[in-house]
């Protein structure tokens, strides 16, 4: 029984088809939801980081809102996430992910809770998923993800149940 968990062991971490540095762009649609409010946003993603091998890495992303939904253009959602990363061939090529970490939330010029506001900021557990699909040129995907940026009771102190979740489109490339 050993000699099998330590074979399964060292074919999880010695294998490398994926090992390396990967970058990732794409757009996404970020929903703000404090239970009294709700504002949906087109954003920018990007994200940056490790893969140690074909089934692990960490990464931090960063996004950014460019579009809002209401009269109220000031209005911004910026979200961080750093995570951690398991990945699952689905075959040689697509590979379904599951994700989570630690984020960071912030709202810009928001009325919140009835009250007009600067910034306002929270952080928590985020969690994903997402599937990568092979473009024609080697190392780079498409990829498909959802992630839950924040479900909190509080947010900066205020008492409010607040769900901040977002899909998003990338392209993905592995150097």
Not at 52 to 70: P, R
Not at 151 to 165: A, H, I, M, N, R
Request: aromatic share 16%; net charge negative.
């Amino acid at each position: 029984m050993n000699k099998l968990a330590a074979s399964i062991f060292l074919s999880l971490v010695c294998s490398n088809a994926y090992a390396g540095w990967f970058l990732s762009f794409g757009l996404g649609q970020v929903e703000f939801d404090d239970g009294i409010d709700q504002e949906t946003q087109a954003h920018l993603a990007s994200r940056g980081g490790y893969a140690f091998n074909d089934y692990f890495d960490i990464g931090v992303d960063l996004n950014l809102s460019v579009g809002s939904t209401k009269d109220d253009d000031d209005f911004n959602i910026q979200t961080s996430y750093f995570f951690i990363r398991t990945n699952l061939p689905i075959d040689n090529d697509y590979r379904l992910y599951l994700m989570a970490g630690v984020t960071h939330v912030e709202l810009q010029n928001y009325t919140f809770v009835g009250n007009p506001v600067e910034l306002k900021s929270q952080s928590g557990e985020g969690y994903g998923i997402g599937l990568q699909i092979p473009l024609k040129e080697n190392n780079t995907y498409f990829a498909v993800e959802y992630i839950n940026y924040l479900d909190e009771d509080e947010f900066d102190g205020e008492s409010v149940d607040v769900t901040v979740d977002a899909i998003n489109l990338r392209w993905v490339a592995y150097y």
